[in-house]
């Protein structure tokens, strides 16, 4: 569905690609979202991208609000990270053996994440999750994993559940090939209800391996815990013996340098990480407390493994950026300049009459087209998708590259200069009037 005014900048270049991929790859992508099933409209084919900005192959020029979907922090190809990366290139690019990096390392990332004693480096998210997920089944030695309607923690089998009817309920497959008894293993729970995760505990905690969430959700969209929930989770679980596990694949190192956990002064047993720690190469961590990790091989019994794993490249990229983070100033600066784009996307959506709520937890930013507040998906789920889809044509016509779905956040990176954020915000006005 696209009206006049976006088919004719639809150019020939990406419809061109899209077609050749669709041939090859499933939907034309190597993962779903990019497809802009969403939103309409053929994706922007990347040629290379600098700074806050992408170059299309269809020769214009955007700026990115998507950022790899997080990792791209420092923005796009920065000098520090290309550097690192092309000097570890050099020395070789996978052994199957360690290396003092990954040593060094992961002692950076357990001086920055207090609540992490210990780690294990994947190479991806989803990865990390599982394996974070598998140690606190080995841990408690239950079965059982407690997740939150609307937060996404990557693509195990047991995991891509949403509710069934109820107000705790088994969860109910989202995904052809997972089977009923898988997805029947994890339990699903409205975000940000502490009421309803005390119910279920109260019923079934002895059961209950882990609980695991998106301490800032980014997944529905930018949905902040409310005050209190992240303590009573961290109560609640300490008193049933259930691991409360932060996937802070998106958060960490994003809305804090020390993760989510640092901002709301919640300590999590386990924590996931991804993206940013990576610095725009594959990687993935989880770890926590040493009691835990120590049940993961070779010193314990729960088997995890990955032939990548701490690959030198990833790790060169990964401290690249974390050491460009740890610099002074770096996330008021970030903090300033999300707040200025707020401010702005508010002010030239009240000017249009288009109904949106802000939500944003540093730079992390979602433009729900719905009344608000956002508390959990059943708010999101209001929000107007084809509202949201005219709004997101009209900012790929003016030369912006937003998140293609509404049930995702936008990020700012250090790239995103006062002056690229007005021009953003002028945009979006101009994108508003068109919704
Ligand atoms: C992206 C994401 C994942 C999955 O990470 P991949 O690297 O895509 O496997 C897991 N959890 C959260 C919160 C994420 O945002």
């Known amino acids: ?75 796009h190809a920065a000098p520090e990270v290309v550097r690192a990366v092309q000097e570890a290139m050099t020395r070789g690019s996978s052994y199957g053996a360690p290396t003092s990096a990954e ?10 994440v207090p609540s992490i004693e210990m780690l ?28 939150f309607e609307g937060c996404y923690h990557g693509g195990a089998d047991y995991l891509l559940v949403q509710a069934g009817s109820g107000l705790a309920t088994f969860g109910v497959p989202t995904s052809a090939g997972v089977p009923a008894a898988i997805g029947g293993t994890t339990l699903v729970l409205p975000f940000n209800d502490l009421e309803a995760a005390r119910a279920l505990f109260a019923q079934r905690g002895k059961e209950i391996a882990a609980l695991i969430l998106e301490p800032v959700v980014g997944n529905m969209g930018v949905v902040p815990p409310e005050p209190g929930f992240l303590e009573g989770l961290r109560a609640i679980t300490e008193e049933h ?38 610095g725009g190469l594959p990687v993935g961590v989880y770890g926590g407390r040493r009691e835990i990790m120590q049940k993961v091989a070779p010193l314990g019994p729960v088997y ?40 702005g996307l508010r002010e030239v959506s009240k000017r249009c009459r288009v109904p949106v709520t802000l939500q944003r937890v540093g730079s992390m930013i979602t433009p729900f087209f719905a009344a608000g507040p956002i508390r959990t998906w059943t708010d999101a ?33 250090l790239a995103h200069t006062e002056a690229i954020l007005d021009a953003t915000i002028d945009a979006a006005g101009h994108a508003f009037a068109k919704v």
């Open 241 to 278: 013996g259930s691991l409360l596990v932060f996937d802070e694949v998106m958060t960490g190192f994003r809305v804090a340098l020390g993760g989510a956990q640092a901002l709301y002064g919640v300590t999590p047993d386990l924590s996931c990480f991804g993206k940013i720690v990576g």
């Open 103 to 112: 040593v060094e390392y992961a002692e950076l990332i357990t001086q920055l």
């Open 381 to 413: 789920d209001r929000a107007d998708r084809a509202a949201f889809g005219k709004w997101h044509a009209a900012m790929i016509h003016e030369g912006v590259h937003w998140p293609p779905a509404q049930f995702e956040a936008g990020f700012v990176s």
């Open 1 to 75: 569905m696209r009206d006049t005014w976006s088919s004719e900048f639809d150019n020939q270049a990406n419809q061109m690609w899209m077609a050749r991929a669709q041939e090859v790859l499933p939907g034309g992508v190597n993962s779903p979202v990019r497809a802009f099933r969403a939103v309409g409209g053929s994706p922007i084919f990347v040629a290379r991208a600098e700074g806050a900005y992408l170059h299309g192959v269809d020769g214009r020029r955007y700026i990115d609000y998507v950022g790899s979907w997080g990792p791209m922090i420092l923005g």
């Open 304 to 343: 995890q493994a990955g032939t990548l794993s701490g690959n030198p490249l990833a790790v060169a990229a990964g401290r690249a950026t974390l050491e460009a983070l740890r610099a002074p100033g770096v996330y008021e600066v970030l903090e300033q300049r999300s707040a200025r784009l707020e401010a």
């Open 120 to 147: 294990r480096m994947t190479s991806s998210g989803t990865e990390a999750v599982m394996g974070a997920l598998r140690v606190a089944r080995g841990f408690t030695g239950r079965d059982l994993i407690v997740k």
